[in-house]
T-cell receptor, first 113, second 113 residues
Framework: GAGVSQSPRYKVAKRGQDVALRCDPI?????LFWYQQALGQGPEFLTY????????KSGLPSDRFFAERPEGSVSTLKIQRTQQEDSAVYLC???????????FGSGTRLTVV | DQQVKQNSPSLSVQEGRISILNCDYT??????FLWYKKYPAEGPTFLIS?????DKNEDGRFTVFLNKSAKHLSLHIVPSQPGDSAVYFC????????????FGTGTRLTVIP
């Protein structure tokens, strides 16, 4: 596609529910990033993939967060047993190679009630 | 601890005047800096970047200045236009090591027609 596509745009989850957020990067983009943006804050790094390899997951806040990119294209961020503090916008970004001008998607706004 | 700081949450400027957005950082390992622009309900869009080997980079109406000794950078927009109204995020990275960007908390710019 022309840009990075994320779905769903909005997700309301009950506390304790599992959620899965999808990212379709720009076709051919090797690098893929997930960021979390809480209200009033800047995006914070969660994890990074190069093709299907997860090279950095140092930003994942707990073991309830899991990300995968099994075929090196679409990526899924899964959050198990959601808690209220998980409420945020989850941003995905991709780039053709490892550089810093990468393209962000519009994000998924997760609200945990 | 916030490694990239934008101390002004908002800025209002008259159309045609100069907008100056400021950013400070604490990590001396940072050597690549970027500005992103974000409209509501959209992901951040890359605007301009600068490497630490330079002290200025210009692209049309946008100029970024870097003062390494002061660990300070600024984005100048001249002349400001109503379409520039958005939230601007400063971001930084170390070229070696982590692939992730560290973002500031953003400055909301309003350009008054």
């Amino acid at each position: 596609g022309a840009g990075v596509s994320q779905s769903p745009r909005y997700k309301v989850a009950k506390r304790g529910q599992d959620v899965a957020l999808r990212c379709d990067p720009i076709s051919g983009h090797v690098s893929l990033f997930w960021y979390q943006q809480a209200l009033g804050q800047g995006p914070e790094f969660l994890t990074y993939f190069q093709n299907e390899a997860q090279l950095d997951k140092s930003g994942l806040p707990s073991d309830r967060f899991f990300a995968e990119r099994p075929e090196g294209s679409v990526s899924t961020l899964k959050i198990q047993r959601t808690q209220q503090e998980d409420s945020a916008v989850y941003l995905c970004a991709s780039s053709l190679r490892l550089n810093y001008g990468y393209t962000f998607g519009s994000g998924t706004r997760l609200t945990v009630v | 601890d916030q490694q990239v700081k934008q101390n002004s949450p908002s800025l209002s400027v008259q159309e045609g005047r100069i907008s100056i957005l400021n950013c400070d950082y604490t990590n001396s390992m940072f050597d690549y800096f970027l500005w992103y622009k974000k409209y509501p309900a959209e992901g951040p869009t890359f605007l301009i970047s600068i490497s630490s080997i330079k002290d200025k980079n210009e692209d049309g109406r946008f100029t970024v200045f870097l003062n390494k000794s002061a660990k300070h950078l600024s984005l100048h927009i001249v002349p400001s236009q109503p379409g520039d109204s958005a939230v601007y995020f400063c971001a930084a990275s170390a070229e070696t090591g982590a692939n992730n960007l560290f973002f500031g908390t953003g400055t909301r710019l309003t350009v008054i027609p």
